[in-house]
């Protein structure tokens, strides 16, 4: 009780109002590297003509989005999009066996999506090939994806604690970097209506690409670790 009263003391909350700084979520250095995107379509073998969307599942991957895009692949190709996509380890094998089923069932370009389980020494040419990104929406995958200044798509995971991934999502989006689908609502009509809606110019993908950049803090970890040092020196 005595450590609650304390923080409802009016100067004492001042005091740590006074001495908040918004320095942002730090992020892989090695991402801030421009990289062509072209070079980097190529590499992973897509038409560098052609949109590449990023789908990040993480590590661990993501049931509802790996099982969105394996539904839709098909129709994503008939579209034009190239798909490049982790599914995460553990997902990896079954989910791929199941794209190229259903690719040929329902006539898909196979050469349009390419599949990986994670990302480990390429992940800055993954986001120098994409030109939109899918992620859910934790603060670390927020912050990266401005830092690379691409334009998103978010899909916040609706079990998160406090609801914080939805939290998250809309208050970038506020920002017009990135548009969000609640899981609810994450249906191929949706999904594609917002693709096409992006892609219809190149102002819109241009707009929320600059939009990602005021958003990021590059410098974060410096900050951070010019702030420890200072308060360790006190």
């Known amino acids: ?41 190529k590499s992973f073998g897509f038409d560098p003509q052609k949109p590449v969307i990023l789908v990040i599942c993480g590590s661990q991957g993501a049931v509802t989005i790996n099982d969105f895009f394996l539904n839709s692949a098909a129709s ?16 990896f094998e079954q989910f791929n066996k199941e794209l190229n089923g259903a690719l040929s069932v329902m006539g898909g370009r196979k050469d349009f999506y390419k599949a990986v389980p994670y990302f480990e020494n390429n992940m800055q040419d993954a986001y120098a090939a994409a030109d939109l990104v899918v992620s859910r929406s934790g603060s670390g ?34 920002t017009g970097a990135a548009i969000v689908i609640e899981e609810s609502n994450f249906k191929y009509n949706i999904f594609i209506s917002q693709l096409k809606k992006i892609f219809e110019s190149p102002d819109n993908l241009r707009h929320m690409s600059e939009e990602a950049a005021k958003f990021s803090r590059p410098d974060s970890a410096q900050v951070i670790a010019e702030e420890i040092i200072s308060l360790g020196q006190k």
């Open 1 to 41: 009780d005595s450590f609650v009263n304390y923080f409802k003391n009016e100067k004492v909350r001042q005091k740590i109002i006074n001495n908040i700084a918004l320095v942002g979520n730090p992020t892989r250095s090695f991402l801030m590297v421009t990289a062509d995107r072209e070079a980097a379509k």
């Open 76 to 91: 994503l190709s008939a579209e034009n999009f190239q798909i490049l996509h982790q599914t995460g380890i553990k997902n």
């Open 141 to 174: 995958s927020i912050f990266e994806i401005a830092a690379m200044r691409k334009p998103s798509i978010l899909i916040p995971l609706a079990t998160s604690a406090s609801d914080h991934q939805r939290k998250n999502a809309y208050e970038y989006a506020k």
